[in-house]
C-alpha cells in the first residue's frame, strides 16, 4: 500500500469532557511513517442547516448572539443532530423554532465537514420552500436570542462580500445553493 493511504495506528484515547452538544478527546496515534503524536478532536453529532426561501425569494436568515465570538451573526437556521433523530427533522423542527415558518418541499443540497482539523463536525444543509408562516411558533429555546432577517440573494452576497459577520457554514451552504435560488 502506497504512503498516504494507509490509516494511523490509535495508541491511546482518553476522553476529557463530556458535555450536552459534545465530547472532547485526545488520542495518541502512530502515523505509517511511524512517528507518534497526540491529536486533539471534539466529537459531535453532527449539524443540520435550513436555507429557507420564502415565495417571493427572500432567504430567511437569523442574527444570534454567539457567546464564543462575543456579538451576533447572521446565520440560516441550524441545529444540532439529536439522537435518533435524522438531519431533515432537525431542520425542520429547527426552521418552527427559530423563524416561525414550515416549509412544505425540502432539498438536500449537500453537506461537509466544518473544521476538520479538530472537529468531526458535519453540516447537512438544505434548502426549504413552500414556506407558510406558523401562527403558533414553537417557543424558541430558552438560551437563544434570535432576530429574524430577509434578504435577498444579492443582499445576503453583497453582506459577506462586505465581511459582514455572517458564520461559515451559512456561507459554504449559500455557495452550494447559489445556482437553486
Same mark, same amino acid.
Given at each position: 500500500? /502506497? ?6 495506528q490509535?495508541? %491511546?484515547?482518553?476522553?476529557f469532557?463530556? +458535555?450536552?452538544? *459534545?465530547? &472532547?478527546?485526545?488520542?495518541?496515534l502512530?502515523?505509517?511513517?511511524k512517528a507518534? #503524536?497526540?491529536?486533539?478532536? !471534539? ?8 436555507? /429557507? ?12 448572539y454567539? *457567546?464564543?465570538? =462575543? ?5 440560516? /437556521?441550524? +441545529? ?14 429547527? !426552521?418552527?423554532?427559530?423563524? +416561525?415558518? %414550515?416549509?412544505?418541499?425540502?432539498? %438536500?443540497?449537500g453537506?461537509? &465537514?466544518?473544521?476538520? #482539523?479538530?472537529? @468531526?463536525?458535519?453540516?447537512?444543509? *438544505? ?11 414553537? !417557543? ?5 436570542? !434570535?432576530?429574524?432577517?430577509? *434578504?435577498?440573494? =444579492? ?7 462586505? #465581511?459582514?459577520?455572517? @458564520? =461559515?457554514?451559512?456561507?459554504? =451552504? ?8
Amino acid at each position: 500500500m /502506497p504512503l498516504g493511504r494507509e490509516v494511523p495506528q490509535l495508541l %491511546k484515547k482518553r476522553l476529557f469532557y463530556t +458535555g450536552r452538544k *459534545f465530547n &472532547f478527546e485526545v488520542n495518541r496515534l502512530r502515523l505509517p511513517n511511524k512517528a507518534e #503524536g497526540e491529536w486533539e478532536c !471534539i466529537r459531535h453529532p453532527g449539524g443540520a442547516l435550513a436555507i /429557507p426561501v420564502t415565495p417571493e425569494g427572500k432567504l430567511v436568515l437569523v442574527r444570534q448572539y454567539r *457567546f464564543a465570538v =462575543s456579538g451576533r451573526l447572521l446565520e440560516f /437556521p441550524a +441545529g444540532t443532530v439529536e439522537i435518533d433523530e435524522n438531519p431533515l427533522e432537525t431542520v425542520e423542527r429547527e !426552521i418552527q423554532e427559530e423563524i +416561525g415558518y %414550515k416549509a412544505h418541499e425540502w432539498q %438536500k443540497i449537500g453537506e461537509f &465537514f466544518l473544521a476538520p #482539523g479538530y472537529s @468531526d463536525e458535519i453540516i447537512y444543509t *438544505f434548502l426549504a420552500k413552500g414556506l407558510e408562516k406558523l401562527e403558533q411558533p414553537p !417557543i424558541q429555546d430558552a438560551d437563544e436570542d !434570535i432576530e429574524v432577517v430577509f *434578504f435577498t440573494s =444579492s443582499e445576503l452576497e453583497q453582506a459577506i462580500m462586505d #465581511g459582514e459577520l455572517v @458564520d =461559515s457554514k451559512s456561507i459554504s =451552504s449559500f455557495f452550494l445553493a447559489r445556482h437553486l435560488l
